[in-house]
């Protein structure tokens, strides 16, 4: 570990105790600054239902910026306004995760308890990113069975055999060279970040104030690279490693670290004596769950289980898949402690959870397969990813080589259009990280890379928890207050902090 890193970890606080150390940042940026301009809005009410005041509207943007008067397409975007003019100070740009997540679910979902928080500082405003939901998207017309997250994610054969995941591999990157066309291959980080900056100027803002979760914390930390004259208050919540060499490949690798880190939260909850009347305790010990659930991965792997949805039976993989999911609130173990106690009855037809149950559709799977590859290049060695994946099903069994098993990116047709974007310290100091101890998705340990390259530019407050996306979320209360907190005042912490609370 580096001495930064080191350093990170130094001091464990209260909430009261962070609250106590804030000191000021930059000053508030006002709307409507002189000189910006951009393509203007025509804001109207949305087309699914969502919060009082809620507006959305379609932005124009290049399919290839070095095309700017080129082939379009479009940007769905919502906000919701301040409802307090006096107090407002600018816009609250919410950047969505995935690869492949729509910014507008996540405003409806998480704009009351953000809106509250903000106590009307900020119109709350997100967008679609290209590929997603309500924007402009892609296909690579895959088959439905390969468009199953079971799938999608190359777990390996009950033996570790990657025979099949390349077969796979090979026909996804060839379906969509063959199918995905100009908007396919615009689906990058890089391009999110232009599309950000295009409907900064065409909301009229000098600056942007940003809440950035999972993905987002790298496109977020992408545009305080490029833009740093145009941010105000960033706050990046659940990072990974930002190292541009590998970007997606490492953050895939770096979820076996992940899964270890937080099953230890699972496993006290499902041996919890509490659990009994619910019939859903699995061992008296905590240390007895991770062996139950390794043999009954392997149990599945050699007579997989029929399920509650016809064709679609319980697997090893399956249930692997649904442990992943799972890690990344305590809200789902109930749900997942129920489907391996129904694999444990001989008379039970396990119920999927919907995230299994099905295929993506077909442009989520589109967007999710191109961000990976255009954004950098992945090994090609089928070799190399056999020793890998045999080395880290040693060591880390929860996840049985997933994380390094050979993907689609191996095999796809194009180059990515430009080089990743490095970040460093270069820029204000203007950046809140919020991080959980124990994340399943990005892993403490790739966050601390993120912090180390940021340098004095951010703080992080580390919570002592688990989970994935901590603000208003997984997190807790110690770092509820500090995101508001600097958000709302332009304060945060001196140094990095941890709180536990």
């Not at 706050?235 to 970007?247: C, E």
């Not at 047709?413 to 919020?434: C, F, Y």
Request: with cysteine; charged share 25%.
């Amino acid at each position: 570990m580096t001495t930064y890193a080191h350093r990170a970890l130094l001091l464990t606080l209260s909430a009261a105790a962070v609250a106590g150390t804030l000191a000021a940042v930059s000053p508030a940026a006002r709307a409507q600054a002189p000189g910006t301009t951009g393509p203007a809005l025509a804001w109207g009410p949305c087309a699914q239902p969502g919060l009082p005041r809620q507006e959305c509207a379609e932005l124009p943007v290049p399919v290839d910026y070095r095309d700017p008067d080129g082939p379009r397409l479009t940007l769905a975007v919502s906000r919701v306004r301040s409802d307090r003019p006096a107090a407002r100070r600018g816009t609250l740009l919410m950047i969505p995760g995935g690869p492949g997540e729509p910014g507008l679910p996540r405003l409806t979902a998480k704009g009351a308890a953000l809106g509250k928080e903000m106590a009307g500082a900020y119109d709350l405003v997100t967008f679609d990113p290209r590929g997603t939901g309500g924007s402009s998207t892609a296909s690579c017309a895959l088959d439905a069975d390969d468009r199953h997250l079971v799938a999608l994610r190359p777990w390996p054969a009950p033996d570790g055999d990657i025979t099949e995941n390349l077969a796979r591999s090979r026909r996804i990157a060839d379906a969509c060279g063959r199918h995905g066309g100009a908007v396919l291959r615009s689906l990058s980080t890089a391009n999110e970040v232009r599309d950000i900056d295009r409907l900064r100027r065409a909301l009229g803002e000098e600056k942007l104030s940003a809440w950035a979760t999972s993905y987002g914390t790298y496109v977020g930390a992408v545009y305080a690279q490029k833009y740093p004259q145009h941010t105000d208050r960033w706050v990046l919540d659940s990072n990974d490693d930002p190292d541009p060499a590998r970007l997606e490949r490492r953050w895939l690798a770096n979820m076996a670290v992940g899964a270890d880190d937080r099953f230890p939260d699972f496993a006290a909850w499902a041996a919890d004596p509490a659990r009994e009347d619910e019939g859903l305790r699995l061992a008296e010990r905590p240390q007895d769950v991770r062996p139950l659930f390794l043999a009954l991965a392997a149990e599945l792997d050699r007579a997989p289980k029929e399920s509650a949805t016809k064709g679609v039976p319980l697997t090893g993989n399956r249930l692997r898949q649904a442990l992943q999911n799972t890690l990344q609130s305590d809200g789902l173990f109930r749900q997942f402690a129920r489907l391996v106690r129904q694999a444990q009855d001989p008379a039970a037809r396990p119920v999927l959870p919907d995230a299994l149950a099905g295929p993506l559709p077909d442009a989520k799977a589109a967007v999710v397969l191109a961000t990976l590859c255009n954004d950098v290049r992945w090994p090609a060695s089928v070799p190399a990813y056999r020793r890998a994946v045999a080395a880290d099903r040693v060591r880390h069994p929860l996840t049985a080589g997933m994380p390094v098993n050979v993907t689609h990116c191996a095999f796809w047709k194009d180059a990515p259009a430009e080089q990743p974007t490095r970040i460093t310290d270069a820029g204000p100091s203007d950046i809140l990280m919020l991080q959980n101890r124990r994340d399943p998705v990005s892993p403490y340990s790739g966050a601390l890379k993120m912090r180390q390259a940021l340098g004095g530019r951010a703080r992080m407050v580390t919570l002592e928890h688990g989970g994935h996306g901590a603000y208003l979320a997984n997190g807790t209360a110690c770092g509820d207050r500090a995101v508001t907190a600097f958000l709302t005042t332009g304060r945060r912490p001196q140094r990095d902090v941890s709180c536990a609370d």
